[in-house]
């Protein structure tokens, strides 16, 4: 899943890199039907329908909420363990993070770090201890022996605080669940190979200058010409925005501005230096408006490595 927006009937990838190598990669496994959506669709269909989903590939910040929502569905957040798995190593621990107001009471679910544990003992090559685990956990749930954040009364048996619940854990190492599918793990665990791919051909093509101005009843006109006239050196003043929307040239007056703006120069050649900016810059602040960061724009084989704005 990613995030996408629509300009004009265009559609502009936000997430645009890792939409583009998820296809690329999904064409090397055909057998496996792989689908796009748009993370806010996505995610309230993870919520109604769960079972339409077998594994979901996305981002950091979207993968962390909806894990979330998806152990949430499934009982409680504090079931899901999470593994971050690198080239050189490896992180596995409970999805949720610590619960700091919990701590030391005895009443924490400990089945997320259980879990992760779980996880780790297959990534270590040691399917069968993980399987003896995970088996003796899936006993403990399908016998109602729960922690008071998936305890439900006429489903489970027994509330148990965090010792109890580890105690039962182990009292089952060796059974087999009998409602609940039964795990059988492969030995290998995850493997992450990079490919060596050659540098892309990177050119700067112009610059963000972000501004603080709150002058002249904040009118994008106004600052839009005191800007263009600004102009020269190769670079030219291409628009500006102001909490993402255009506002110059051909802005909207009722757009609400704030004094924070996005004034993008663009090279009127392929490519500008390093010192052409600088330039800019002196001119800029000759001019008396106060710049508070900028943003350099470049383009990688010709695809730029920035988000167009309107009309671009």
């Not at 998806?70 to 999470?82: E, N, R």
């Not at 105690?167 to 089952?172: N, R, Y």
Request: hydrophobic share 40%; with cysteine; proline share 4%.
């Amino acid at each position: 899943m990613s995030g996408l927006r629509y300009v004009n009937g265009k559609v502009l990838l936000t997430d645009g890199l890792f939409h583009r190598v998820f296809t690329e990669v999904a064409k090397e496994y055909p057998e496996i039907y792989s689908e796009h959506q748009i993370i806010d669709i996505g995610a309230a269909r993870l919520a109604a329908q769960p079972e339409r989903f077998d594994v979901i590939v996305t981002l950091n910040l979207y993968g962390d909420i909806l894990s979330d929502i998806a152990a949430q569905i499934a009982g409680s957040v504090g079931l899901a363990g999470s593994a971050n798995v690198g080239t050189d190593m490896a992180m596995f621990e409970a999805v949720h993070g610590s619960a700091p107001d919990i701590a030391g009471k005895g009443v924490a679910n400990p089945s997320g770090l259980l879990v992760a544990a779980v996880q780790m003992l297959v990534h270590l090559g040691e399917p069968k201890v993980a399987q003896r685990v995970k088996n003796a956990w899936l006993c403990t749930l399908e016998d109602g022996i729960h922690t008071a954040d998936i305890y439900r009364e006429g489903l489970s048996r027994k509330q148990v605080g965090t010792t109890a619940f580890t105690d039962a854990v182990i009292a089952h190492l060796g059974s087999t669940p009998r409602q609940l599918e039964p795990v059988s793990y492969r030995p290998g665990g995850i493997r992450v190979r990079l490919s060596e791919t050659p540098r892309p051909a990177k050119r700067l093509v112009g610059v963000d200058v972000f501004l603080d101005w709150d002058e002249a009843g904040r009118d994008p006109e106004s600052l839009g010409k005191q800007l263009a006239a600004l102009d020269g050196n190769g670079l030219v003043l291409r628009m500006i925005t102001n909490r993402g929307v255009k506002v110059y040239p051909g802005g909207i007056p009722e757009t609400f501005c704030t004094d924070h703006w996005r004034c993008r120069f663009a090279a009127v050649d392929d490519t500008i230096a390093f010192s052409q900016i600088l330039d800019l810059l002196n001119r800029v602040n000759g001019a008396g408006l106060e710049v508070i960061k900028t943003e350099h724009l470049y383009t990688f084989d010709g695809v730029p490595g920035f988000s167009l704005g309107g009309g671009e």
